[in-house]
C-alpha cells in the first residue's frame, strides 16, 4: 500500500509490454514531467526481464536527478495474469521470462519505494479515472481496444479487483454463443469482434466473399487481402466507401450490444474508450451511443456518457503512477 | 439508514408483488419467526396500495403484540422500476396503482420506523451475502430463476447499485444478438433463454416442430402443448425422457455462457442461484459449473462454486429484513 502518497507528490509510472518499457514520472495532477524508453528483454531469464524495467527507471533518474531521492512509490502496469495484491507476475504468455515472478518485491528491493502492479486495462481505468475523461464520476467502465480489448471497471473510486485480482475481463464476454471461435477458448467474445484485429479479420473475410464490392479497401492494402488493416477500413469508409462502412457499422453494432451488458449489469456513470482502434472509432460514438440505448433494459441508462480516454500512447505511464494514488487521500 | 439497526435486533421484511403483500418478523440470525400474507390492492389509487402494504405489517403485530414498540427498521423488497435510494417506486408494470410513489416515506409516516426499499433480487441477494449461502464470502452474485431472471451483486458486502440504483439488471445480458426477442426489447437476453417462461416456450416451439419426439412430455401437459411448463420439462427429463433432456440440456448450455461472462466481468466468490426453476436446476448446477469453466477466460475461475439459494417462498420477506441490516456493523 502506498497510503502515505498524497497527490501533491511525484511517482513513477512503469509501462512493461512484451518488447519494450516505458517509464514517465508523474506529477500529482496525472502530467508526465519526464519519460523514457527502454527494451524489455522478455526472452531471457527472469532477473533479464526485471533489469529491463529497472534501466527504464534508472534512465529517468538519470534525466532527473533531483528526483530520486523525493520520489516514494513505483506502479507498474504489468502484462497478466498476475496477482494485484502481491505484485507477482503469474504466467503471461508475452512475457515468458517470468513464471510467478515477485515483480514489485524485486524492484522494491533496488528502490526504497513502495511499488505497486496491475494490469493495464485496470491501471489505465484508475488514470481516467483520477485524472482523464473519468474526473467527477465515481463508478466508470474503461475499456481499450487495441489489437485485444482490456477493460477496467473502477466503483467507487477503486478498482474492481474481484476475488483474485482477475475481474474485468470484459473483452472476453460473450455476445453471440455461436460466434467465432477466439483466441480464449470461448465464442463471440467481443474481442473477437470488434478489436483492431477482428475489424482487419472480418474485412478480409468480406473480402474474400466478394472481391469486387470492396476494390476501394484492397487498394488501400496494395492489393493483397491479407494487408488490410482496420484503419484501412476506417479510412475507406471515411471516404464513404460502402463496403468498408457495412464492416464498420458491424462493428458499432456489437460494440453497442456489449455496452448494453455492461451498463445493464454495472450501471456505470461513464463509458471511456481508448487505445488504436478505440481512438479510430471516435467519430462514431455517438452511433456507438444511440445503439447502446436500444441495448439496455433501461431507459435511464440513455444518459450514460460515452467519451474517448484521456491518454493515448502514455495510457500504461499514467496508470502506473495512478496505481501509487490509490487507497491515498485522493 | 437504519445505522442504529444492530444484529440483535428484530426487523420487519416486506415482499410486495403484483397480487400478495407477505410480511414477516425477522430476527438478527435472518430466522424468520412471524409472517403474514395479504392481498394486493394495486389496481386502485396510490393509497390504496400502500393500504394492503400497512394491513400486512399490522396483521404481524396483531399476531405478535410485543414487536410493535420493539421494532425500528421495516425494509420492502418492491417491484422496479425504483430509486433505492429514496424509497420512491417509479412505475412498475405489474403496480400500475404507483407513479413516482414515495412508498418508503409513506409507509414511515404510519410506523416510528427507518424504511428500505429496493428490488427483490438485490434485497434477496443481500439476504443470502448476510444468513444464507453466501455467508462468509464478501462477493456475491445472486440470481434468482423464475418466470423471468432477476439478480443481485453483493460487493464488499453491499449491494451494487449503480449510479441511479439500477445496476443488476443481469437478467437482460445477451449471450445471443441474433435471439429471441426478449419482453424488454432486446435480444438474446438470458432471461428470454433460460427462464421458467423460457424453458417452457423453448419445450413448446421443440414439441411443434417434431410432436412424434416429444410424446412423453406431451402427455404430462395432458395432451396440449400450449400447456407445457418448465416443471414438466424437468420431471420428464428426470424420467429420462431423450426429447426434455435436450430442452434442459440447452438452457444449461445458456446459463453457462451467461455465468461465464458474469465471472468474466465480476468475479465473484461465489454464484448463489435461486427462484422456482432455479431450485428445479439444482441436481444440474455441477454440470452448469463444467460448462461455465469452459465460458471463462481464467482458470482460476474454476473455484468459484455455484450454490443452491438459502431462502426459497420467503425470499422477499428475508430480502426486505436484510436491508435493515446493511450499513450497520453487521
New interface residues.
Given amino acids: 500500500m502506498c497510503a502515505k502518497i498524497s497527490s501533491l507528490d511525484r511517482v513513477i509510472g512503469v509501462d512493461v509490454g512484451g518488447t519494450k518499457v516505458a517509464a514517465g514520472i508523474v506529477d500529482g495532477q496525472g502530467k508526465i514531467v519526464t519519460q523514457t524508453r527502454a527494451s524489455m528483454n522478455c526472452r531471457g531469464s527472469a532477473q533479464d526481464g526485471l533489469a529491463s524495467v529497472l534501466s527504464a527507471i534508472e534512465a529517468l533518474f538519470v534525466q532527473d536527478a533531483a528526483s530520486r531521492k523525493k520520489i516514494h512509490c513505483i506502479g507498474i502496469c504489468a502484462p497478466g495474469?498476475l496477482d494485484p495484491r502481491t505484485g507477482v507476475i503469474i504466467n503471461p504468455p508475452n512475457v515468458p521470462c517470468w513464471r510467478d515472478f515477485p515483480l514489485a518485491d524485486e524492484v522494491a528491493k533496488h528502490h526504497s519505494s513502495h511499488v505497486k502492479v496491475d494490469n493495464d486495462a485496470n491501471a489505465g481505468g484508475l488514470a481516467e479515472y483520477l485524472w482523464g475523461a473519468g474526473r467527477g464520476f465515481r463508478?466508470v467502465f474503461f475499456a481499450t481496444i487495441g489489437t485485444g480489448i482490456g477493460t477496467g471497471?473502477i466503483?467507487d473510486g477503486k478498482i474492481?479487483?474481484?476475488?483474485?485480482g482477475?475481474?474485468?475481463?470484459?473483452g472476453?464476454?460473450?455476445?453471440?454463443?455461436?460466434g467465432p471461435l477466439c483466441n480464449?477458448?470461448?465464442k463471440g467474445?467481443i474481442e473477437v469482434l470488434a478489436s483492431g484485429t477482428a475489424i482487419a479479420r472480418r474485412a478480409q473475410e468480406k473480402l474474400a466473399e466478394s472481391p469486387q464490392r470492396g476494390v476501394r479497401l484492397l487498394e488501400l492494402a496494395g492489393g493483397d487481402v491479407t494487408s488490410v488493416r482496420s484503419e484501412m477500413v476506417a479510412k475507406a469508409a471515411e471516404a464513404g466507401d460502402p463496403f468498408s462502412l457495412e464492416v464498420l457499422d458491424q462493428t458499432l453494432?456489437?460494440l453497442a450490444?456489449w455496452l448494453?451488458?455492461?451498463v445493464?449489469?454495472?450501471?456505470?456513470?461513464v463509458i471511456i474508450l481508448g487505445g488504436g482502434a478505440g481512438q479510430m472509432l471516435r467519430p462514431y460514438f455517438h452511433e456507438i451511443q444511440k445503439r447502446m440505448n436500444?441495448?439496455?433494459?433501461?431507459s435511464?441508462?440513455q444518459e450514460?456518457p460515452i467519451v474517448p480516454a484521456h491518454y493515448g500512447e502514455n495510457a500504461g505511464i499514467a496508470g502506473g503512477a495512478a496505481l501509487c494514488l490509490s487507497g491515498s487521500s485522493l
Fill in positions: 495474469p463508478n471497471i466503483l474492481l479487483h474481484g476475488r483474485t482477475s475481474a474485468a475481463e470484459g472476453h464476454v460473450s455476445i453471440d454463443l455461436n480464449c477458448g470461448k467474445c453494432e456489437y450490444v448494453g451488458n455492461v445493464d449489469l454495472l450501471e456505470p456513470e436500444r441495448w439496455c433494459v433501461n435511464r441508462y450514460i
